[in-house]
């Protein structure tokens, strides 16, 4: 219809100006044909009845009639008074000319949209339903006992905040059953303690032998007594290092498929220890002495092996000493090592490379204290050594790499042999009860 419109505002241009009969000629062929004017008043050769031409006159806006073939518009131009009315015709063909083309311009547009929506649906359905799988996965795994996976989240917002969730999850469930194992272990490990003074304790009761002579019904109730409660706190020490064996092997099981990493103060784990080792020293009348634990000496190991290491050293020497005898706890830092030293003015240890073993304790022990400990040093890059002491009786060395200097290509025995020469007694006082070093 815009061509027609064209068209006839030619021809009525040249009819508005009185451009004459030659001159509505010239411009109909300027319009290129299909125009009729209509001069007042006629209505031959037109496509329209007279009644639509005359009806078109009277009016002043154009008007559209539909016609066989097509559509005439009618245009009204009034010069004069006088009101003619000039007539385009706009055939069927050329209204329907580039409307296939743009419906199928439409179709395509339509069609490129629905493909991309679905690529883009089945792209984010896809990553949303492999997102729900991993997660479905990963929470049977953990129901199943295996606290060790994780996933990476992915997908849309909400499903990536879930995987975040549940990999917090899944830490603090590993973190809460280390950390209750190693409690169990540490309790168990600590009750050796005053199971070994109720054991000394019984030994210096009289005998419990019953079949030595005669005795009164009171005598033998006494002895009897004794010899139940020495049996108790046998079976009671077989049920504790049943108890250390169990949690300890659990947790070095757990640490074997995910190492700790960790950095901690062996100073501040020394003087942390030491706090409750020495009341039970002041208990049993032993003196003792802290040095080099001033200042921080960072380790690379996990605080809570440490502790435990230093505890199983520690306890040794409170188990298999008597009682008054005299100990010492001391750092070395030197050529990248760190020395975790425990001597004591003991009896000693007869078969130092049997005592490393776990489990050859020769005092019926888990041999668990010295196993910890090597444990721990070797987690540290370090070593665990035995030795006489300038005390008299054991040295145990726990060799731990320096946090803050990495460590020399040095021989580590070298930094035992000359921890062992700073030893001499000639140059070491004698042991004072608890000192600020504490």
């Known amino acids: 219809m815009s061509g027609a419109e064209q068209r006839s505002a030619t021809v009525a241009g040249a009819v508005a100006a009185n451009a004459g009969k030659k001159g509505i000629d010239a ?37 559209e009639v539909d016609v066989d073939g097509g559509v005439v518009r009618l245009q009204p131009v009034t010069v004069g008074g006088k009101t003619s009315v000039v007539e385009a015709f706009v055939a069927d063909a050329e209204l329907d000319e580039g409307t296939a083309r743009a419906w199928w311009i439409l179709l395509g547009i339509m069609l490129a949209l629905i493909i991309g929506s679905v690529i883009v649906v089945d792209r984010l359905a896809r990553g949303a339903v492999a997102s729900v799988r991993n997660l479905v996965h990963a929470a049977m795994a953990v129901g199943g006992g295996d606290l060790g996976v994780r996933i990476q989240p992915s997908g849309p917002r909400e499903l990536a905040e879930a995987g975040y969730a549940f990999n917090r999850m899944a830490d603090r469930l590993v973190t809460s059953r280390t950390s209750e194992r190693e409690l169990v272990a540490d309790l168990s490990h600590r009750l050796r303690t005053p199971l070994t003074v109720l054991r000394l304790d019984a030994e210096a009761l009289d005998p419990d032998d019953t079949h030595i002579g005669e005795f009164s019904a009171a005598e033998l109730d006494r002895r009897r007594g004794i010899r139940r409660i020495r049996q108790a706190i046998i079976t009671l020490e077989g049920e504790v290092d049943q108890l250390i064996n169990t949690t300890r092997a659990a947790v070095a099981a757990q640490v074997a498929d995910a190492p700790e990493e960790g950095l901690c103060d062996a100073a501040e784990v020394v003087r942390d220890r030491m706090v409750f080792w020495s009341a039970l020293a002041g208990d049993q009348n032993r003196q003792y002495r802290v040095v080099g634990a001033q200042l921080r000496i960072p380790v690379p190991v996990a605080r809570a092996e440490l502790a435990a290491a230093l505890d199983a050293v520690l306890g040794n020497v409170f188990r298999y000493t008597p009682q008054g005898t005299a100990f010492e706890v001391g750092l070395t830092r030197r050529d990248g090592w760190v ?23 020769e005092q019926g022990s888990t041999g668990l204290g010295l196993d910890i400990a090597r444990r721990a040093a070797q987690a540290a890059g370090g070593s665990v050594s035995l030795a006489r002491a300038a005390m ?39 042991p004072q009860p608890r000192t600020d070093d504490a």
């Open 392 to 430: 008299g009786g054991a040295s145990v060395v726990m060799l731990l790499a320096d946090a803050d200097a990495p460590p020399k290509q040095a021989s580590r025995f070298g930094l035992v042999g000359r921890l062992a020469r700073e030893r001499d007694p000639a140059k070491r006082k004698r």
């Open 27 to 63: 411009a109909v062929t300027a319009a290129g044909g299909g125009v009729v004017v209509h001069a007042p008043g006629t209505t031959r050769n037109s496509r329209v009845s007279a009644e639509e031409l005359v009806a078109a006159a009277r009016g002043t806006a154009p008007v």
């Open 339 to 361: 020395g975790l030293r425990v001597d004591d003015a003991g009896p000693g240890i007869d078969d130092p490379e049997k005592a490393m073993q776990r489990g050859q304790s």
